[in-house]
């Protein structure tokens, strides 16, 4: 089996569990750093290794603009082009072609787009976001998907949870025909994983998981969240749809969130996270404590001697102070990207790890609960 439910948390739906990829166990629940363009920005693979980074990002749609997965493929793939020996995950590239907006447009086919660096005319269909992904040699795929919009029409949302369940049913087809020649793969034990779809209506979330389920897939992504919509709002269609999904596959909530959206999604049975965030606000100056963010810019750390946080034990926290990460920040200097970095995702990495703790010993209700009395709910959206 590729993914093992270890241990389950008796007060909610959190869960441990071990995801087998061909470049090693990931324990989950995880926190996967975004590494869009192949590379985590401002952090070597060094850094990554040192805070116990297993499972990283990687990105369908920029990848294949540029450097192009042909080139990949001739390198081996994207851990022998990134020098990154653990696992990665890549994104089908489907929510990048939904930022375009108007530069691209949706047909049964796929997706035919501008790209948005020179751009020329791209079409990007489930078979072609398979083939990029299998050059890539990611342990772990996406299928290709349409991510609705929030707010949209019930028939806006129902006509592309259609197409996105048809393109699904695509996706696999091509994967499964390709395994039938592991010759040509960069990396033969690729997993593939669905993506749940069908917007804020209920119904139509459980329609897509029916669909999912019936293909057959090594995981599932719960996509279309986050993306406008209230924080309430997402948590609740998130509370319906998890119980509907296999519990013996992976849950992966796309592109979400906050420490606290974490917490409460693996509260909520999710098993795997990724987001922008600690690595954005890393380098826009704001950095993460379990009390809520810190704007190092402020003038109130001008003079502060402390860490980052007291009891932190990454890099940065172990060797410098809040006055001299103010300064480097103030000064613009690359270095405050990198030590910046290596906090938060430290921070978030760490807190996956305190979560993991907590089922163990059963005491994660105990551990959820401390967690929001500490941490500002304002932090959270």
């Known amino acids: 089996m590729s993914f093992q439910v270890l241990q389950k948390d008796t007060g ?3 869960r441990l569990g071990k995801l087998t990829t061909p470049h090693g166990d990931v324990p989950t629940p995880i926190f996967m750093p975004v590494g869009t363009q192949g590379t985590v920005k401002a952090m070597l693979p060094t850094m990554l290794r040192e805070i116990d980074a297993r499972i990283i990002l990687g990105n369908t749609y920029h990848l294949y603009l ?7 493929k001739t390198f081996g793939g994207l851990h022998r082009f990134m ?3 653990r696992a990665i995950l890549t994104d089908s590239g489907g929510f990048q072609v939904y930022s375009l907006g108007d530069l691209r447009t949706i047909s049964e086919e796929g997706v035919t787009f501008r790209s948005h660096l020179d751009g020329s005319l791209h079409t990007l269909s489930p078979e072609k976001s398979i083939e990029v992904q299998q050059c890539l040699g990611a ?3 996406m299928c290709f998907d349409e991510c609705a919009p929030y707010p ?3 028939e806006y949302v129902s006509r592309s949870m259609k197409m996105s369940m048809f393109w699904a049913g695509r996706c696999q087809a091509f994967h499964a025909e390709a395994q039938q020649r592991p010759e040509e793969l960069v990396n033969p034990g690729q997993l593939l994983f669905g993506i749940v779809q069908g917007g804020m209506y209920q ?3 459980a329609e897509s998981v029916a669909q999912l389920v019936e293909i057959g897939f090594d995981g599932y992504g719960i996509g279309g969240l986050s993306v406008g919509e209230p924080k309430s709002l997402m948590f609740e269609v998130l509370e319906q749809t998890t119980p509907l999904l296999p519990e013996d596959a992976p849950r992966y909530l796309m592109g979400v969130g906050t420490p606290l959206d974490l917490v409460r999604g693996v509260a909520l049975g999710v098993d795997m996270f990724d987001c922008v965030m600690p690595t954005r606000n890393a380098r826009n100056g704001s950095l993460f404590t379990k009390t809520g963010k810190i704007v190092i810019k402020q003038a109130q750390y001008r003079e502060d001697l402390r860490p980052v946080e007291e009891d932190c034990t990454c890099y940065t926290c172990r060797n410098f102070s809040r006055a001299y990460l103010r300064h480097l920040f103030m000064s613009k200097e690359i270095l405050s990207s990198v030590l910046n970095t290596v906090h938060n995702l430290h921070f978030y990495l760490d807190l996956m790890t305190r979560i ?9 209700d105990e551990f959820k609960a401390q967690f929001e009395n500490g941490y500002p709910e304002k932090d959270s959206n």
């Open 12 to 14: 909610s739906r959190a």
């Open 66 to 72: 540029r450097p192009g997965h042909e080139l990949l």
């Open 83 to 85: 020098a990154w020996d």
């Open 139 to 141: 342990d772990v795929m």
């Open 152 to 154: 949209a029409s019930r």
């Open 203 to 205: 119904d139509l979330r």
């Open 356 to 364: 993991r703790k907590a089922i163990v010993t059963s005491s994660f």
